[in-house]
């Protein structure tokens, strides 16, 4: 389904939703920016898209009725980000929604005053978004995810995988803002547990397929992938590489695990975007990012590949298998 189409069968089914009483008595068309270094070409963003317009809808907004919507997309090349946000503001939109933390750092360097609502973003205290998730300051809010409690229970899950595990390659973009606190708390958990840490850095597609020579050469036991969206938009040929290097692999999005990947554990980033439109509507009836406290996920997910722990020769725990919400066959 080409773009166009898409957004136009979502439109047609958010007509039958109530309108929002504020914007009803207003008469007044709401605008909200959407800002995102993904692609509306990928299925999982078109599904994040989705979630987010049914949250809205709802809530009683109605995309050409009380409010619309205008989405820009990076199509993975997060340098197009600042243009992007500045041009949200040169619309002067109510609020700007920013998928990610690229997202959240270009929205934030093109406005002081227009909210920002943050989703699918990492530890906003660490990557300096805000001082205090309770009472955040100036205009952002929003869901921030967890870095270290994340990236810690990532690797005790691979440590129960692999329990003679003693090397892992960690693969994390240095031009996220994001993954410089992940990494910390990565190295931090892998001292705990006794692992070695082997972190690659990978700053675009083109380096993908060379990191994972660098890390056979160097012996490692398993690899880690770190939230970025530049990763997750090539996680099939990561999943690939990692089969063919006959690498355990443990990622922070199910996309990984659907993918091929073996193992993924981390948030539902769908229901982020249902939760970040919460937050946009409690800022167009009033309230102030301030008064908005930053909320952590609420939803995990642990997927199982299977088939790639068959081809890995790989008996994963009945233990883990237990707690896993989804087992791919």
């Not at 205008?70 to 340098?79: L, S």
């Not at 360097?109 to 205290?125: L, R, Y």
């Not at 996220?176 to 547990?193: K, V």
């Amino acid at each position: 389904m080409d773009r166009r189409a898409f957004l136009g069968t979502m439109a047609s089914g958010l007509l039958a939703a109530p309108l929002a009483v504020e914007a009803q008595q207003a008469g007044r068309v709401t605008h909200i920016g959407f800002l995102s270094p993904s692609s509306l070409s990928d299925p999982r963003t078109r599904t994040f898209v989705e979630t987010f317009r049914q949250g809205l809808r709802e809530l009683g907004w109605v995309e050409d009725q009380n409010m619309t919507i205008e989405y820009r997309w990076a199509e993975e090349k997060t340098e197009r980000l600042p243009d992007l946000a500045r041009d949200l503001v040169r619309l002067k939109v109510d609020v700007v929604v920013a998928s990610t933390s690229p997202a959240v750092q270009a929205a934030k360097q093109a406005t002081g005053t227009i909210p920002i609502v943050m989703t699918n973003a990492g530890d906003a205290v660490a990557t300096g978004f805000v001082a205090n998730i309770a009472r955040p300051e100036a205009n952002i809010t929003g869901l921030s995810m967890m870095g270290g409690e994340l990236v810690s229970k990532q690797l005790q899950i691979l440590k129960e995988v692999v329990p003679n595990l003693s090397r892992v390659a960690l693969l994390w973009n240095p031009t996220n803002s994001s993954n410089a606190p992940q990494l910390r708390h990565a190295q931090e958990a892998a001292r705990t547990l006794g692992v070695r840490l082997q972190p690659l850095e990978v700053r675009g597609p083109g380096e993908i397929e060379g990191v994972f020579a660098t890390m056979t050469r160097a012996r490692a036991g398993a690899v880690m992938v770190l939230l970025d969206s530049m990763l997750v938009a090539n996680r099939a040929r990561i999943a690939e590489f990692a089969a063919k290097s006959r690498l355990p692999g443990i990622y922070g999005l199910t996309d990984y695990a659907k993918a091929g990947g073996l193992v993924a554990y981390g948030p539902n980033v769908a229901d982020m975007h249902r939760q970040a439109a919460t937050y946009v509507d409690k800022i167009l009836k009033g309230r102030k990012p301030t008064d908005l406290p930053i909320e952590q996920p609420t939803k995990f997910e642990l997927v199982i590949n299977l088939k790639t722990a068959k081809a890995l020769g790989l008996t994963i725990p009945q233990s883990l298998l237990q707690r896993a919400d989804q087992v791919i066959e």
